[in-house]
């Protein structure tokens, strides 16, 4: 008897399993099938992402169904097209040996009206994106007024993406009878609101302890300063010459430039963010399943769903807005029973954020240094050495080989060692010789917490709350102005009508010079040298809301503001496939002081 048919599963779905190769459940498998199947209950399932969770609600649901019957019976919601579609190709898997089985996906960027002919033929199985399937309950397409099982798959990501009220909506349409099976890798409070209100005493099981991490990804932390941040992003891919990695950033301009910089410094990426068309999202994703595309950058939205196995490392960039959005990216890889890494690259003023994150996932993170250049180059000499023991020869060039040998026949064998292999190691010596240490020592640098007032000058500006700015805002809109680094700007206190940074003395000139004639929704900046403390200062009242500015600023900005410079970037661009300069590595100088966090 085979372990899974020890959980009740029937002889059909076990020889689909026995097809696909699956020997043994994996735990949320053998905790929750045997529940469902022995039972019509309400049950929450807190599980990791890769961890089987399709199997685990799928196999139970396909054994329950009527194939025979074309009435709806079970409902999947899911946050995106792509974990919509996947889970629609598993089940059909599962279910290849049952007769008469219709499962039918749902999701928006593709024909409605298809869509909905698909569901009149019969459709006991409708798996869908909330957006989408709202849509066609509206229009009477879709009736789930019989439905007997409703699956919320990453309920929590569902709820990140705001379709509370959606699914809300959704469910009003379902029996009150059914049985409603949530699966998530968290439980935050919006989920245990939802489990509150369309459950009836759901059986909870746990993987693993609640809103932690996989046991199988291991978290480390590299601390550099700001600027720095693109410089590492690349010795951290050329240290793991086999890397397969997803890089995550927390916008879609960030998401951008980052990928085309990638490109430009020769690098297998791409970036995946919501501006793609779903056309471009398809090929994005192709690409790197093939592996065409070994490093993709996308940003947290754009990355829900993706299931894509065999993940090396997941790279934080810019670590989230919501601490617990970790535990989803750091979850893209260590599946399937492998090993991952997650890498943070972090500056002074975000550190305080590894504790926080620590406490959710119940792990500690290991602080690490950048790899310095010389690491690099020995790391990559011995890649170049295992690959060419490793390669299959290709008897095609044996015609070719008296020519060749006739070339190279005045070098002894130490002296064809030394030159093939000076092709690879000569192209990162030559690049990282006189590279610096991007490395920040702990209590040191940063986020200007501890410079001393002496070194810095404190502004009064004529912007605060009112105007819908609140800290955070602020610097970016002043770091937007001036172009100054992230930690350049610090001390930044916003009251109701206006506020006070810091910046080092160095910079007063380039920041007065910046707010020359600068107007925020349509009125003048004001700005000062503050005679007062980090507290102190004079309050101006001024009139006007709203997040738009215009002025000398060199590059225009998306926060939904009139940023006008002397040549804005338009460049909120779209899908660049992967590098065709494979051996030009990138021009390290003068490229991190640029980036800008938004």
């Known amino acids: 008897m085979s372990a899974f048919q020890q959980l009740g599963l029937q002889e059909n779905l076990l020889q689909a399993i026995s097809d696909m190769g699956f020997e043994t459940p994996s735990e949320v498998q053998e905790k929750t099938i045997p529940i469902l199947l022995d039972q019509e209950t309400d049950i929450v399932s807190l599980a990791q992402t890769g961890t089987g969770k399709t199997a685990a609600f799928g196999f139970p649901m396909l054994q329950k169904i009527n194939p025979e019957s074309r009435t709806t019976q079970g409902l999947i919601l899911s946050p995106t097209r792509e974990l919509c579609l996947q889970i629609t ?4 898997n599962y279910g290849k040996y049952v007769q008469g089985l219709n499962v039918v996906a749902v999701y928006g960027g593709a024909s409605i009206t298809d869509q909905a002919s698909k569901i009149k033929k019969g459709a006991q199985i409708i798996v869908a994106t909330p957006g989408r399937m709202k849509d066609m ?60 209100k369309f459950m009836h005493k759901p059986i909870e099981i746990t993987v693993g302890t609640r809103n932690t991490g996989s046991a199988n990804v291991s978290h480390e932390y590299y601390l550099v300063n700001a600027r720095d941040r693109y410089q590492a992003l690349k010795r951290l ?34 970036a995946l963010h919501g501006d793609l068309s779903q056309n471009q999202r398809d090929l994005v994703m192709k690409s790197f399943r093939t592996r065409q595309i070994r490093m993709l950058v996308a940003t947290d939205v754009a990355a829900r769903g993706i299931d894509v196995d065999d993940i090396t490392h997941v790279i934080n960039y810019q670590l989230p807005d919501e601490i617990e959005t970790y535990t989803h990216r750091s979850g893209r890889t260590g599946r399937a029973g492998k090993t991952g890494i997650s890498m943070v690259i972090v500056s002074k003023s975000e550190q305080r954020k590894i504790k926080r994150i620590e406490k959710i996932i119940n792990k500690e993170f290991v602080k690490k240094d950048v790899p310095n250049g010389m690491e690099i180059c020995e790391i990559q000499l011995f890649h170049l050495a295992n690959k060419v023991k490793n390669t299959d020869v290709n008897h095609e060039i044996d015609v070719y080989l008296p020519k060749i040998s006739e070339v190279l026949e005045e070098f002894t064998k130490e002296e064809l060692i030394r030159k093939v292999f000076s092709v690879e190691f000569s192209r990162f010596y030559n690049y990282y010789r006189k590279a610096k240490d991007l490395n920040v020592a702990e209590g040191s640098g940063g986020s200007g917490a501890d410079r001393s007032p002496k070194d810095s000058a404190r502004y009064f500006i004529n912007l605060g709350r009112k105007d819908g ?4 805002d602020l610097k970016d809109l002043i770091r937007e102005i001036t172009q100054l680094g992230k930690d350049d700007v610090f001390h930044v206190d916003t009251m109701n009508s206006f506020s006070f940074f810091n910046t080092e003395t160095a910079h007063i000139d380039k920041v007065m010079e910046a707010f020359k004639d600068v107007q925020f929704n349509n009125r003048k900046i004001d ?20 997040k738009g500015f215009k002025g000398k600023g060199k590059r225009g900005d998306d926060r939904g503001g009139k940023f006008r410079g002397k040549g804005g970037d338009d460049r909120g661009g779209k899908f660049k496939g ?21």
Not at 89 to 92: D, G, P, Q
Not at 527 to 543: L, M, V
């Open 237 to 270: 891919a050329d240290i793991n010459p086999e890397i397969f990695s997803v890089v995550f950033c927390r916008t879609k301009r960030d998401t951008q430039k980052v990928a085309e910089m990638l490109i430009e410094d020769g690098y297998s990426a791409a």
């Open 137 to 196: 309950i509206g229009r009477r397409m879709i009736d789930i007024s019989k439905i007997e099982y409703c699956v919320l798959d990453e309920a929590d990501e569902m709820l990140n993406m705001g379709f509370y009220e959606d699914i809300t909506d959704i469910l009003s349409h379902s029996p009150e009878d059914k049985s409603t099976w949530l699966f998530s890798a968290t439980m935050p409070k919006e989920v245990a609101v939802i489990a509150k």
């Open 89 to 92: 190709s598993e089940l059909k």
């Open 469 to 472: 700015l609140e800290w955070m």
């Open 527 to 546: 700005i000062e040298i503050s005679t007062k403390g980090r507290s102190g200062g004079r309050g101006r009242k001024k009139e006007g809301r709203g």
């Open 578 to 598: 992967k590098s065709r300069r494979k051996n030009d590595r990138p021009k390290e100088k003068g490229t991190g002081g640029r980036r800008r966090r938004r």
